[in-house]
């Protein structure tokens, strides 16, 4: 009696870890015909994974996002100051660089 209890055990086992492998190996075989197989505790860990990984691929996304504008405001910024320097210099004595930076960023 105590073989078969031990033999339904390691059957268990070894249906977990091949349901473990395949869900972190992202393997062909989908996670919902495994989770029949996976504890409970395991099961949540996967829905926790599952929203951090999301929640990490949106912050991605944010950030890019971010990048670009940064890129953009940078190059406007340089555009300007080239600009500036184009100027005459008689044109440019009345605007002091400080109020030139206050009309223009306000």
Excluded at 25 to 31: F, I, M, N, Q, T
Excluded at 46 to 53: C, D, G, R, W
């Amino acid at each position: 009696m105590e073989v078969k209890t031990l033999q339904r055990q390691l059957k268990g086992e070894i249906d977990l870890h091949i349901a473990l492998e395949s869900a972190v190996g992202h393997d062909s075989v989908p996670l919902s015909t495994l989770a029949c197989q996976l504890p409970d505790e395991v099961r949540e860990l996967f829905v926790n994974i599952a929203m951090l990984e999301h929640a990490v691929s949106k912050l991605e996304e944010e950030m890019g996002a971010l990048q670009l504008q940064l890129i953009q405001e940078r190059n406007e910024r340089r555009l300007a100051e080239y600009h500036l320097r184009r100027l005459p210099s008689s044109s440019r004595l009345p605007h002091s660089p400080v109020n030139w930076k206050t009309s223009v960023f306000s």
